[in-house]
């Protein structure tokens, strides 16, 4: 049997990850973002499954933005 987690099994290259998050408006309810690399483009999906997908500039664009977020 293979020593390599179902994560590294399902994706080896590491070209998605899960981000952890809470519902603004409902402090208990806890999900995650689910972070994917598709070629050249980025893909958020969202809960409960709304997903957006950022061409290079649009996904450089989002990650200024959240690196000036209060909560950062």
């Given at each position: ?38 070629g ?17 500039d ?15």
């Amino acid at each position: 049997m293979s020593e390599l987690s179902e994560t590294d099994r399902l994706d080896p290259e590491r070209l998605s990850w899960s981000v952890p998050c809470l519902d603004s408006e409902d402090d208990d309810a806890a999900g995650e973002v689910k972070v994917l690399v598709l070629g050249d483009r980025v893909a958020l999906v969202l809960p409960p499954g709304e997903t957006l997908v950022f061409t290079p500039d649009e996904a450089g664009e989002f990650a200024r933005l959240l690196n000036t977020s209060p909560g950062r």
